[in-house]
Structures are given as C-alpha cells and as structure tokens.
C-alpha cells in the first residue's frame, strides 16, 4: 500500500491547516487510517485514526476538540483538519494504514506508511 500525505506547511498559532493522505490500495474495505507527529529525538506520536468502514474515530487527548479526521469516499481520501495550532503542534506528520477494525494507538500497529509532512506552528 502507498500512501499519499500532503498539505503541511507553516501558520501562525490559533490558525489551520488540513492534511490529506490518499491510499493506493482501495481493495480491502476494512482498515484503519493513523495520523501520527514526531518532532527529533522523540517517537512518533498517535494523533488520531479513522476507520474506513464506519468512519469510526478516535483523538489523542492533546488535539481532542481541535483536530478532525474525516474521508471523502469520492475521492479515497483521508482529511485531518487542524484548527487552533499551537506551537507544540510543530512535527512531522505522518498517515499509516493497517487492516483489520481497531483504531490502534501505537505505531508499531500499522505496516504501511507515508511520507512525512512538516507543520510548522509560530508562537
């Protein structure tokens, strides 16, 4: 599986952003999507996950209420929108894919990964 990530880039606190990341293989209706951040010297950390089947989702705590995950079933893509950045929201994005229904929190549980994207967040 390939994956496509793309719209990072560099905002002001308080502003947004939404990253997209696009899965080359559509063949299996059940798997999962993650969105991980690392920032240097540290693991990658969950963000959120989306489940393509149900749009099922779950949030780390620290952008609960901030970030949204959705999927444009046209367009076989996964969107997470980030409003009210802050500055330790500064990392390198990354999407990643994994089969089965559960919304996995720990990146040793997806196989398939994408480029990462920076974000940027100025005080």
């Known amino acids: 599986v390939q994956l496509q990530a793309s719209g990072g880039g560099f905002v002001q606190a308080g502003g947004s952003l939404r990253l997209s990341c696009t899965p080359s293989?559509?063949?299996?209706?059940?798997?999962?999507m993650g969105w991980f951040r690392q920032t240097p010297g540290k693991g990658r950390e969950f963000v959120g996950a989306i489940a393509w089947r149900d749009d099922s989702t779950d949030y780390a705590d620290s952008v609960k209420g901030r970030f949204t995950l959705s999927r444009d079933n046209a367009k076989d893509t996964v969107y997470l929108q980030m409003n009210s950045l802050k500055p330790e929201d500064t990392a390198v994005y990354f999407c990643a894919v994994r089969w089965g229904p559960i919304l996995a929190r720990s990146a040793t549980q997806y196989p398939y990964w994408g480029q990462g994207t920076q974000v940027t967040v100025s005080s």
């Open positions: 293989d559509h063949t299996f209706a059940t798997y999962v």
